[in-house]
């Protein structure tokens, strides 16, 4: 089995291969696990990992002027793929973040959080929401086995998932509204948080990544 962590100068690159290495160990499976910047690698791979960080507008850029864009449509229709925060977030038609066109795998929008958020006890909340938030899980999925319901996972964004379609919605959080943080259909799955920076739940998402089919 060949995966592949798209590598389009943007994003936690590193990190999340070394995430992807430890997840391996934990599933037992036989993968060849290669960060890439090859559409040709990206074609071939079984499964594809899409990380993000940084700005929609220039992740969007990056992956066209890096030649990967294709590669990565054709994964979303036939392989098991993981999109990761703006990895994820690519996936919807477009993002209020510099009014960018995302690649429309998803119905809906991203959209920024509010200036003036306070939490229940009128305390003021930042934007960029940044930090551990616990993780409601909305349907069963094959990728949630032997994580509990409601885990924490680690969130940096200030801006998140507004599915025209809920029925894509996998989990939800909150900041202090409820929003969309997990959203698939089919071979694809999405995670605003970084599973690369949520220990043990993280790992535990990319090790039954790696041994599911799709």
Not at 18 to 34: F, H, N, R, T
Not at 65 to 92: R, T, Y
């Amino acid at each position: 089995m060949n995966i592949a962590i798209v590598d389009y100068g943007m994003g936690n690159l590193h990190s999340v291969l070394k995430s992807v290495l430890a997840a391996q160990k934990l599933a037992g499976v036989e993968a060849e696990i290669k960060l890439t910047d090859r559409p040709e690698e990206v074609f071939a791979a079984d499964k594809i990992i899409f990380p993000g960080q940084g700005a929609m507008p220039d992740c969007m850029n990056a992956l066209k002027k890096s030649g990967l864009g294709e590669a990565v449509s054709d994964g979303l229709k036939n392989k098991p793929f993981f999109g990761i925060c703006v990895g994820a977030q690519l996936l919807f038609d477009h993002s209020e973040e510099g009014d960018t066109a995302g690649l429309g795998w998803f119905k809906g929008d991203v959209k920024r959080f509010a200036a003036n958020l306070h939490d229940e006890e009128g305390c003021k909340l930042k934007v960029p929401h940044m930090g551990w938030n616990n993780v409601h899980q909305t349907q069963a999925h094959p990728l949630f086995q032997d994580i509990p319901q409601d885990t924490r996972f680690y969130f940096v964004h200030s801006y998140y998932f507004a599915p025209a379609d809920n029925d894509i919605v996998l989990g939800t959080s909150a900041y202090p509204d409820e929003f969309a943080c997990i959203v698939g259909k089919d071979n694809v799955f999405a995670t605003q948080f970084h599973t690369e920076k949520s220990h043990d739940g993280g790992l535990l998402l990319l090790r039954n990544f790696l041994r599911w089919n799709g």
